[in-house]
C-alpha cells in the first residue's frame, strides 16, 4: 500500500499543469535547453560516416571529412579550451574546416564565439576583438596581418593558428590541429566522457552562444548577441524554408556566404542538423563554383545578389540538368535577376533580415498562381521580401511619422510606405555593451529595420529602401532601390547603385553609377536616354547623372556602399 505522501503526490499530479510533472531528481520530463550545438553529436551518432566536410585546402588538396572526424576534432577543440578556461574566443578565418568545427567547439566547451570578418581594416579587427573581450583568437594563417596591431596593444592574448593543410598531425599540421589532439588527450586523462562532458545542450538556452558583429559602415560595428535558443530555432527556420532535406539525396551546401556574417545565417547548425555536407571554400572563385556546382552535384547555396550576377554572367555558366536552391538576400534583389537564375536552374528562395534577426527571418513564398502570370509579374512577385518565418511572428509595417515608440501598422494597399519591424523567437537578445542601442533597436517593444516597405493586400511585404536611401525630389518619393531594379534590365548593364544628390530646383535628386557587361559598352547618355523610353519608370524618376565605374564598392557581404557612392557624387576620393 502506498503512503499518504506518494497518494498526495499522485493527486497533485492530476491538477498541476503538465509543465510541473518531474522526474523524482526534479528534472523536467517533457522539456530539455536548445542549443544548436546538439546537431553535430546527433548527426555523428546517427550516420557517423556521412561526408561532412569537402574542402580545397591552402595546400591545394582536397579534403574529405566525416562527421564522427568533425565531431571529434570540435570535441577535442573543446576539451583544449575548458583545459586552458577559455570562455570568449574569437575566430578570423574564411570559410574553412577549421571555422566551422570552432563554431561547435566553442559552444560545446561553455564558450562564446566572436566571429570577425576578415575584409576589414586592422584597425576594425583590433576595435571588435576588444570590444568583445575575447581571450584567445583562432585564426587562419593568411590572416595574422590583421592582427598586427592588435597583439602590439594586447600581447598576452593567446593565437591558435590554422595552417589549414589535408594534414591533421606531424609536419604540415599546425597549431589548430596540435591544440585538438591536446584536448582529446585531456578528455582521456580526465575520465574519458566524450560529449557527455561538454554542453551539447546549453544549461541556459537564452545565454550567449556568438557575437556577430554589424559591418559598421557608417559607424562603429555593434555586437549582436545570439543565444542558444534563438539560433536553434533560426537554424530549424532555414532548414525548412530553404529546403535544407527537401530532395531524396544527401544536401550538399556550398560555402559561397562568408561564415563570419552572422554565424553564416545560422547554415553551420542547420546544414549539420539534416546531415549534409559542408562544401567550404576559402575564397569567391566563380570557375570553381561552376565546376562544383556541375561536378559535385551542389544542391543548395546561399548568396548576395551582387555574388548571383556575377555568377551568373561567368563565362562558365550553363544550364544545370538538376535545380539547385539559392537562398538570396543581403540587399533588394531585382526581377530580372531571378529571371536569369531560373534560366541556368538555380531558383531562388528570396528570404530577408538583418544580422539582429540571425540572418533570415522573411521569405518571399511562391504561390503556384503565379506560374499563371506573364514572366515579368512573375518574377516581380518573387522579388518581394513576402512573410514572417515558420519559426518568428509575423512580420509588419509600421507608420513613421508617430511619435517614437508608438506602434501602428499601415495599410495593407501595397501603396503606403512604413518601417519593417520584427517580433519573435528570432529576434537577437540586444547589443553587447550597448544599453542605448539596444533600446532604441526594440522601441515600442518591437524590433526596428530601418528599411522602409509597403504591405500587399495579400500579406506580403516589399522593401522599397533604406529610411536613408529614399531620394525626395520636387516632393515625389523616388526607391533607389525600384529605379536600381529597372535600369539593371538594360542589357548591357551589369550593376546598378543609385544615389540622392543635391538639385537647386528639386532638392535632391537620383544619380547612378552602373557597372557594364563584360565584352559590352554603353555611356551613361545612352543610358539616359534609354531610360526615357523604357517602361515601368515614371519621368520623375529618370536620373539626370549616369556614370559608368569599373566597379561598385560593396560590403563584405555584397551590399553597395551608399555612403561611399554619395561621397564619389560629392567627388571625393574614388577607393574601394
Not at 81 to 109: D, M, Q, Y
Not at 347 to 361: D, K, L, S
Not at 523 to 547: L, Y
Request: aromatic content about 8%.
Amino acid at each position: 500500500m502506498s503512503s499518504p505522501n506518494s497518494r498526495l503526490s499522485s493527486l497533485l499530479g492530476h491538477f498541476l499543469p503538465s509543465s510541473h510533472v518531474e522526474h523524482r531528481e526534479g528534472k523536467k520530463v517533457n522539456h530539455h535547453t536548445l542549443s544548436p550545438t546538439f546537431f553535430l553529436p546527433r548527426t555523428a551518432a546517427i550516420e557517423p560516416d556521412a561526408e561532412a566536410i569537402y574542402h580545397l585546402t591552402a595546400n591545394n588538396k582536397v579534403l574529405r571529412r566525416s562527421y564522427i572526424e568533425a565531431a571529434d576534432r570540435a570535441r577535442g577543440l573543446a576539451y583544449y579550451l575548458k583545459k586552458h578556461k577559455f570562455k570568449r574566443v574569437g575566430i578570423l578565418a574564411p570559410n574553412t574546416p577549421a571555422f566551422l568545427e570552432s563554431i561547435f567547439g566553442i559552444a560545446a566547451a561553455g564558450a562564446v564565439n566572436v566571429a570577425v570578418n576578415y575584409r576589414l581594416k586592422p584597425e576594425d579587427v583590433s576595435y571588435i576583438f576588444v570590444h568583445s573581450d575575447v581571450e584567445m583568437i583562432i585564426v587562419d594563417e593568411e590572416y595574422i596581418f590583421l592582427l598586427e596591431l592588435f597583439k602590439g596593444e594586447h600581447p598576452n592574448i593567446p593565437l591558435l593558428i590554422d595552417t589549414d593543410t589535408d594534414a591533421t598531425e606531424g609536419e604540415l599540421s599546425g597549431p589548430f590541429d596540435a591544440a585538438i589532439l591536446e584536448g582529446l588527450q585531456y578528455d582521456t586523462d580526465t575520465g574519458g566522457r566524450g560529449w557527455k562532458g561538454l554542453e551539447a545542450q546549453a544549461a541556459d538556452e537564452n545565454s550567449t552562444i556568438a557575437l556577430a558583429y554589424t559591418s559598421g559602415t557608417t559607424a562603429r560595428p555593434k555586437g549582436v548577441d545570439y543565444t542558444h535558443r534563438g539560433s536553434y530555432l533560426a537554424s530549424l527556420g532555414n532548414i525548412i524554408e530553404s529546403g535544407l532535406n527537401y530532395n531524396t539525396g544527401r544536401c550538399r551546401y556550398l560555402w559561397t556566404l562568408p561564415m563570419f556574417h552572422a554565424m553564416g545565417w545560422t547554415f553551420p547548425w542547420a546544414v549539420t542538423a539534416v546531415r549534409g555536407t559542408h562544401y567550404c571554400l576559402r575564397k569567391i572563385d566563380y570557375p570553381y563554383i561552376w565546376r562544383l556546382l556541375k561536378d559535385e552535384h551542389v544542391t543548395h547555396f546561399n548568396a548576395a545578389p551582387t555574388v548571383n550576377t556575377l555568377l551568373c554572367t561567368a563565362k562558365e555558366a550553363a544550364r544545370l540538368p538538376d535545380p539547385v536552391r539559392v537562398t538570396v538576400a543581403a540587399s533588394p534583389p531585382s526581377a530580372h535577376l531571378f529571371e536569369q537564375m531560373t534560366n541556368l536552374n538555380l531558383h531562388p528562395v528570396h528570404v530577408y533580415g538583418m544580422t539582429e534577426t540571425y540572418g533570415p527571418i522573411t521569405k518571399g513564398y511562391h504561390m503556384p498562381i503565379w506560374d499563371t502570370l506573364p514572366d515579368s509579374e512573375k518574377y516581380k512577385r518573387m522579388a518581394r521580401q513576402g512573410h514572417g518565418f515558420v519559426t518568428s511572428l509575423p512580420i509588419r509595417v509600421i507608420k513613421t511619422d508617430l511619435p517614437e515608440g508608438t506602434i501602428e501598422d499601415v495599410q495593407r494597399n501595397g501603396l503606403e510606405l512604413g518601417e519593417i519591424v520584427f517580433v519573435g523567437n528570432i529576434c537577437a537578445k540586444g547589443y553587447y555593451k550597448d544599453p542605448e542601442a539596444t533600446h532604441k533597436l526594440f522601441a515600442g517593444g518591437v524590433l526596428h529595420s530601418g528599411d522602409l516597405a509597403v504591405w500587399h493586400p495579400d500579406g506580403a511585404i516589399q522593401i522599397m529602401d533604406r529610411a536613408k536611401d529614399i531620394i525626395i525630389s520636387g516632393g515625389e518619393n523616388i526607391s533607389s532601390v525600384a529605379l536600381e531594379s529597372m535600369l539593371v534590365t538594360h542589357p548591357d548593364i551589369l550593376e546598378v547603385g543609385v544615389v540622392a544628390v543635391p538639385d537647386s530646383h528639386w532638392g535632391e535628386r537620383p544619380k547612378a553609377f552602373v557597372t557594364v557587361q563584360p565584352g559590352k559598352h554603353v555611356t551613361g547618355p545612352d543610358v539616359i536616354t534609354w531610360a526615357k523610353n523604357a517602361r515601368g519608370i515614371s519621368k520623375f524618376m529618370v536620373p539626370r547623372e549616369v556614370e559608368t565605374v569599373p566597379e561598385l564598392p560593396k560590403t563584405s557581404t555584397g551590399k553597395v556602399k551608399k555612403n561611399v557612392l554619395r561621397e564619389w557624387a560629392k567627388g571625393g576620393v574614388r577607393e574601394l
